[in-house]
């Protein structure tokens, strides 16, 4: 699967952390929190791992799937995470919402459940999670899409196909965040990225739907690339009516 690339050339993949909460789309993000105030950001030895601290309790967990010609496996770069989260955290992961069925989102499941982590999804990324080779996530969203881990608000929105047939978005109100996944792209983003699951005649009106619903929204994050405000929202739209334009 073609993958868009981010910071350096390298392959990207961000995810979100809070409290004791591990969110992911493997492009994506955690919540952690230390007794000692961390600094503003942590990397393992060779860089290929790097967490940003986005807010006193949110953190931005960011790896790279290449680095200097070598290729990473996602189940060891997960489970090298979860020993960093542990290790500079004092935290526990307990939870993590898979976004999409896509590789770069699921691929790291095994390493999650093998540690006995609570590993959610919506009953179609369950689906096709099975259909592509991986455990299947509980499938949960559908009914329950709204959580709480410690004080900790989560709430998972299917929006609608874009992306994937599948994607969904994950809102942290108490913080304006939120993640958008592969649906979302970030601003240093040219093009669509890989479109082989893609509904780009649906996807503009699903990015209108989340704007409608997160209108307070202060923070997105991608899941390549580097977050910032509301404006990676209408980029989105922009670079999907691009690509129509062109194809017209």
């Known amino acids: ?113 093998n540690q006995g982590i609570d590993v959610r999804s919506t009953l179609l990324t369950a689906k096709l999670a099975k259909e592509y080779g991986y455990p299947s996530p509980s499938p949960t969203l559908d009914v329950k899409p709204v959580m709480k881990v410690g004080n900790t608000v989560i709430e998972a929105f299917y929006p609608g196909e874009g992306h994937s047939s599948d994607n969904i978005t994950v809102w942290l ?7 958008g996944g592969c649906f979302i792209k970030s601003l240093d983003a040219k093009d669509l990225g890989n479109l082989s699951d893609a509904n780009v005649e649906q996807w503009d009106e699903s990015v209108k739907k989340v704007i409608e619903k997160y209108r307070d929204v202060k923070t997105v994050v991608p899941g390549h690339g580097n977050w910032g405000d509301e404006s990676l929202l209408f980029h989105t739209i922009d670079l999907i009516k691009q690509h129509t334009h062109n194809k017209s």
């Not at 010609?69 to 919402?97: C, N, P, R």
């Open 173 to 179: 109100p108490q913080y304006n965040l939120l993640f």
């Open 1 to 113: 699967m073609k993958i868009s690339k981010g910071w350096i050339g390298k392959v990207v993949f961000s995810l979100l952390l809070t409290l004791s909460v591990f969110m992911t789309s493997f492009n994506d993000q955690m919540i952690a929190q230390s007794k000692k105030s961390p600094p503003t950001q942590i990397t393992n030895p060779d860089k290929t791992i790097v967490l940003t601290k986005l807010d006193d309790k949110v953190w931005a967990h960011t790896s790279y799937n290449d680095w200097n010609g070598t290729t990473y496996d996602h189940d060891q770069k997960t489970e090298e995470l979860l020993k960093m989260i542990k290790k500079h955290f004092k935290k526990k992961v307990v939870l993590a919402l898979i976004t999409h069925a896509h590789d770069d989102s699921i691929s790291g499941i095994r390493a999650l459940l």
